[in-house]
């Protein structure tokens, strides 16, 4: 009950000082306002990044050749590097194979939904009519439309009687369907172009046709019309009528919703595939990397920016706190013949202290929630301005109003516990 009339008293000197307790209060509200600021526009971003890496596959494992070397460091996303150089190339034992890849699918079943693959088959034109555009052809199977984020503008996607048959059908990008056939995808479909490949011209049937997206963040001096596009063919048909290397590279897992951990699983990954195959090869090795451990990595890096930016900010907050105890001494001044009668009619010493650490709370807390609210008014705005969707950094909101009643205790204390040993008589007789 003493406390809950200490709040009302404190509510009640706080209204009656308005300008007082704001210019009191300011150190306070700058210095929380900017650290919840800063900490809204840091998880706006961080939120913009997991979204992002989600949309580009956060459940997909890259598994990879890598060529290993006497001194090895581990990047930040997942892959290991060496810093000596070998000049031994790839044997045909070095690559994966159709078997070690059924062999993983076997092994976690549980844990695999699918098993992506794509091998670059070179640069060149599709030329039809007179008319062509430029390409990079890939080989793929059914599955990397599950690693990867493919949208059908018209007819279908390869499938896996494509793979299976070796047929030749490609899958051709709306900006070559725009080149050739004057943006009519339906006409495009079933068409019989030539792909131009180092002076060498293959034949295939147009099956589909997919929307190309460009990235805003790279830029290219090429125009619309001789911009290089991806078309995709049958993994097999490469293989078979480019004549390429049998075996891979590299391929891309697709884990289930079943893995809690992707990081983790990719580490068994690495280490079943090191264990079982390359266990004896001195010049290669497995590695492994996940969209999951580069979302991590970089979060982590925004978020210690971000902390050590609002530690900065956070440095007002000893200004503010050092207000806060030059006006409850300037207070007690003004109120000494209020405690010295308290103290004459038998107010204990921890009473007048409790009263004014919570006055000094109070002013702190206000002062701290009046810093909170701006603080997410000023994040939201830069991160709308930054382009990002708002986001309230919880945590923060709540330990900078714990923090505000902190500062008010720690501030406050010295004020009060002068205050609680005042003499009533000098108390009274002070003018």
């Known amino acids: 009950m003493l406390i809950w009339e200490n709040i009302k008293l404190a509510l009640s000197g706080l209204m009656s000082n308005k300008m007082r307790s704001l210019l009191t209060m300011l150190g306070i509200i700058i210095g929380i306002g900017s650290v919840i600021a800063i900490m809204t526009v840091s998880s706006s971003l961080t939120n913009s990044i997991t979204d992002t890496f989600a949309e580009l596959g956060a459940n997909n494992i890259t598994v990879g050749v890598q060529q290993q070397s006497q001194e090895q460091e581990t990047r930040s996303n997942g892959m290991k590097f060496g810093s000596g150089n070998r000049n031994s190339s790839m044997d045909d034992e070095d690559y994966i194979t159709d078997e070690m890849i059924s062999d993983i699918k076997s092994q976690f079943a549980s844990e695999v939904d699918s098993v992506a693959l794509s091998e670059t088959e070179g640069s060149g034109t599709i030329e039809k009519d007179g008319e062509s555009a430029n390409i990079s052809l890939t080989g793929i199977n059914h599955a990397y439309y599950d690693a990867n984020d493919v949208t059908l503008v018209a007819g279908r996607y390869l499938t896996d009687a494509d793979v299976e048959g070796s047929k030749s059908v490609i899958m051709v990008s709306d900006n070559v369907v725009e080149n050739i056939f004057g943006g009519d995808s ?83 990954v690495e280490t079943y595939m090191n264990n079982q195959y390359y266990k004896n090869n001195e010049d290669y090795q497995i590695s492994t990397s996940t969209m999951s451990s580069m979302t991590s990595s970089m979060n982590e890096m925004i978020e210690t920016v971000s902390i050590a930016i609002a530690f900065i900010a956070g440095i007002s907050l000893l200004v503010g706190g050092i207000g806060v105890m030059n006006i409850m001494l300037v207070s007690i001044t003004e109120r000494t013949k209020e405690i010295g009668t308290r103290k004459a009619l038998g107010a204990k010493n921890s009473s007048i202290r409790l009263q004014f650490i919570i006055e000094s709370v109070v002013l702190c807390l206000v002062g701290g929630l009046l810093g909170i609210a701006l603080g997410l008014l000023l994040g939201s705005i830069a991160a709308s301005v930054l382009g990002y969707s708002a986001a309230a950094p919880i945590m923060a909101i709540f330990i900078s109003v714990l923090f505000s009643m902190v500062i008010g205790v720690f501030f406050g204390y010295y004020p009060a516990n002068k205050a609680a040993k005042m003499n009533p008589i000098d108390a009274l007789r002070y003018e």
Do not use: M, R
């Open 186 to 268: 339906s006409a495009a479909l079933g068409q019989k172009i030539h792909v131009e490949i180092d002076s060498v011209y293959y034949s295939f049937y147009i099956v589909g046709v997919y929307e190309y997206e460009t990235d805003s963040d790279s830029f290219s001096s090429d125009s619309e019309e001789d911009v290089t596009t991806s078309a995709y063919i049958p993994i097999t048909t490469g293989k078979n009528v480019l004549h390429t290397q049998d075996g891979y590279t590299q391929f891309t897992i697709v884990t289930n919703s079943s893995v809690s951990s992707v990081s983790d699983f990719a580490d068994e």
